[in-house]
């Protein structure tokens, strides 16, 4: 079976560029996650959906950040304008619904804002 | 508020030796507690996961985890360390599978040949 799928797996722009990574999971998980990871913070949870819904966004550091599921298989995390300091590894991960199992992660998008 | 404490930043291990990695959570119900590993520039894989019953778990790998309600702890072991278990190591707590999991800072494994 497909794991949760991130794209692309490296990105490189200019402080002040739109980026939109992007995030395919599990097929019939009903729970996706947005995570970053840096050294200084580790890895921290952004946001997550339920039913392409989302529950919680508390993590998301600030109006610059947003994030969107319009379908069970898609979802899209954007920066716009992007600053250097969001440079980090942006992981998707899913579930399946309560009870059913962990979560799995994809292989994360490496993003380097200059 | 659920948090995780991963209290070895770094910890090197000779190949066939044993390992513990320690990890204790705070968590105001019965917690749901995970291990992932994670290789350089991987995605992290789950080794084991603690829901209810049997307190000693068992994971890929050869890893197992105790989970001490006492202690509030769930500690990873294996008994004979591989050059390839080299590695980042997260143990996560949370309050069912699919809610919010907390990450501790993770562990760094070495292992010496």
């Known amino acids: 079976d497909a794991g949760v799928i991130q794209s692309p797996r490296h990105e490189v722009t200019e402080m002040g560029q739109e980026v939109t990574l992007r995030c395919k999971p599990i097929s019939g998980h009903d729970y996706l996650f947005w995570y970053r990871q840096t050294m200084m913070r580790g890895l921290e949870l952004l946001i997550y959906f339920n039913n392409n819904v989302p529950i919680d966004d508390s993590g998301m550091p600030e109006d610059r950040f947003s994030a969107k599921m319009p379908n069970a298989s898609f979802s899209t995390l954007k920066i716009q304008p992007s600053e250097p300091r969001d440079s980090a590894v942006y992981f998707c991960?899913?579930?399946?619904?309560?009870?059913?199992?962990?979560?799995?992660f994809g292989d994360g998008t490496r993003l380097s804002i200059l | 508020a659920q948090s995780v404490t991963q209290p070895d930043i770094h910890i090197t291990v000779s190949e066939g030796a044993s390992l513990e990695l320690r990890c204790n959570y705070s968590y105001g119900a019965t917690p749901y507690l995970f291990w992932y590993v994670q290789s350089p520039g991987q995605g992290l894989q789950l080794l084991l996961k603690y829901f209810s019953g049997d307190t000693l778990v068992q994971g890929i790998k050869g890893f197992e985890a105790e989970f001490k309600r006492s202690q509030s702890s769930f500690n990873l072991r294996k008994p004979s360390v591989h050059w390839s278990d080299a590695a980042e190591y997260f143990c996560a707590v949370g309050g069912g599978t699919a809610s919010k999991l907390t990450f501790g800072t993770g562990t760094r494994l070495q292992v010496t040949l």
């Open positions: 991960a899913s579930s399946p619904g309560t009870g059913q199992g962990p979560q799995h």
